[in-house]
C-alpha cells in the first residue's frame, strides 16, 4: 500500500507543473490574439493611408499639369503682348516723326520756329512691361478660376 500512495502523491505532484504550463499558455495565447488584432488593425491603417497617398499625389500631378498648361499659356500671352507692345511702339515712333516732321513745315512750306513753351501734359507711354505682366497675371488666375 505504500508503494500506491507513493506513486499516487508522486503524480499529484507532477500534475501541478503541468496545469500551470496549462495556465501560462492560456495567457499568452490571449496576448498573442491582442497582438495579432492591433497588427491586423495597424496593417488596416497602413492600407487606408497609401490610400490617401495615392490619390493626394494624383490630385497634385493634375495639379502641376493644369499649372504647367497655366505657365506655357500665359508665357505665350506675354510673348504676344510685347510683340503687339514693340510693333505699337515703333508705329508711334513713326507717326512722331512724321508729326514732327509736318509741324515743322508750315502751309507754304517754310520752316517753322520750334515752340518756346513745353506742353502742358507729358507725354503718355505705353504701359510699363511690369504692369502689362500684373494684368496678364489677373487675367490668367482669371481664366484658370473660370475653369475650376
Known sequence: MSFEVFASTVSMLAIIPLGYVAVQS??????????????????VDTKEISEEVHRLQRELRVEQDAARVGIDETRRTVEHATEIIEQTAEKVTEVASDTQALAAVGPDGEALPAPLDPPDEPPRRAPHLPQLRRRTRTRARRNSDERT
Open 26 to 43: 492560456m495567457r499568452e495565447a490571449r496576448n498573442l490574439r491582442r497582438i495579432q488584432e492591433e497588427l491586423t488593425a495597424l496593417v
